[in-house]
């Protein structure tokens, strides 16, 4: 795995935790919430075309957690501002690959939110035997090519569009427990997001109207 993939703290630039977990389908309402967020411009990059609400539904109604797997950034609010989609594409002659495709909320843009998505899917790709990670874009994606570069993907241009390949090592004790510690961490996290929320809604029930917690 390249140095920029393997080598890159847990927390993002900015200093605030960029923790990456696994969503199930009990997420699909905010998922959902995260899609129907993004702007014209930031679909037709996620999707490869505009596309309306209407699809956006249906593409979140049948999503895979059994085969596919998706990850989701949480922010205090327990928004998902962070989506990255692992889809496991037809084994060829033994040969396995899959696709990724990611989404960060404009707000939260910037502090390596996408970069920690990709670094969890590369490193969840080892981990299940995927041999080749690919990602498909428009080339005029600056920042997701950059993001492509710094992980050492392979690049080709054709059209406007382009496929970034990256060869993936097999898996190994290392990144067996590197993917078990993040997974933790986040799952901790998430629940102290929960419970803070909480803890905040009950004391506002207390509070006289206009007053926030
Ligand atoms: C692409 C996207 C996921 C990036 O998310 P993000 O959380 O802002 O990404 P990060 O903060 O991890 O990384 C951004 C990197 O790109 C760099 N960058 C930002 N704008 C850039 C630009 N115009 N040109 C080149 N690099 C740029 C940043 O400096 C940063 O680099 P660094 O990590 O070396 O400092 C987000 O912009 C997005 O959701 N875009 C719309 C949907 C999309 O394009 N999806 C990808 C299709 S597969």
Redesign the pocket.
């Known amino acids: 795995m390249p140095a920029a993939v393997a080598a890159r703290p847990l927390y993002a630039?900015s200093g605030s935790p960029a923790l990456v977990r696994e969503l199930t389908s009990n997420d699909r309402d905010r998922l959902l919430q995260h899609f129907l967020a993004?702007a014209e411009d930031?679909r037709l990059?996620?999707f490869g075309q505009i596309v309306p609400d209407h699809v956006i539904d249906n593409y979140v109604r049948m999503i895979d957690f059994v085969r596919d797997t998706v990850f989701g950034v949480f922010n205090n609010q327990l928004q998902i501002v962070?989506v990255g989609h692992l889809a496991y594409l037809p084994a060829e002659d033994k040969e396995r690959t899959a696709e990724?495709?990611?989404?960060?909320l404009e707000n939260?843009?910037?502090?390596?939110?996408?970069?920690?998505l990709f670094e969890r899917a590369a490193i969840r790709s080892r981990n299940t035997h995927v041999s080749t990670l690919y990602?498909?874009?428009l080339s005029r994606?600056?920042?997701?090519?950059?993001?492509a570069r710094?992980a050492g993907m392979k690049i080709e241009y054709t059209h406007g569009e382009a496929d970034a390949y990256l060869t993936l090592p097999p898996a190994d004790q290392s990144s067996i427990l590197s993917e078990m510690l993040q997974e933790q961490a986040a799952v901790f996290d998430y629940a102290l997001k929960r419970q803070a929320r909480q803890a905040s809604k009950i004391i506002e029930s207390f509070l006289p109207p206009g007053i926030a917690a």
């Open positions: 630039a993004l930031d990059l996620r962070g990724f495709g990611v989404s960060v939260a843009r910037g502090k390596g939110i996408g970069s920690k990602m498909h874009c994606n600056a920042t997701m090519m950059h993001i710094k």
